[in-house]
């Protein structure tokens, strides 16, 4: 299995991302997947879950309403569209299937 994430950067209050990771090594399309962030001293989070066909979402109470996560199966692709960012949405953002991780795209917001 390997999760590879990508679109991480350093965005100005108010401004908005996209995140992907590209999955391989198992089916895709048969698995929920999640985002997950860990902020420098402080606990790794979900953000954001996904059902196998994307017809259900779940989100952190802290981000409704200004992210979205979404998925192309025939890409084997999980996407974090991150709109309104906040200082406090800087970050180490995570890929996740069951027990697997990618290796994370930092996010920073500062003006």
């Known amino acids: 299995v390997q999760l590879v994430e990508s679109g991480g950067g350093l965005v100005q209050p108010g401004g908005s991302l996209r995140l992907s990771c590209a999955a391989s090594g198992f089916t895709f399309s048969r698995y929920a997947m999640n985002w997950y962030r860990q902020a420098p001293g402080k606990e790794r989070e979900l953000v954001a879950v996904?059902?196998?066909?994307?017809?259900?979402?779940e989100y952190a109470d802290s981000v409704k309403g200004r992210f979205a996560i979404s998925r192309d199966n025939a890409k084997n692709t999980v996407y974090l569209q991150m709109n309104n960012l906040k200082p406090e949405d800087t970050a180490v953002y995570f890929c996740?299937?069951?027990?697997?991780w990618g290796q994370g795209t930092q996010v920073t917001v500062s003006s």
């Open positions: 996904i059902s196998n066909t994307g017809g259900y979402t």
């Open positions: 996740n299937y069951y027990t697997f």
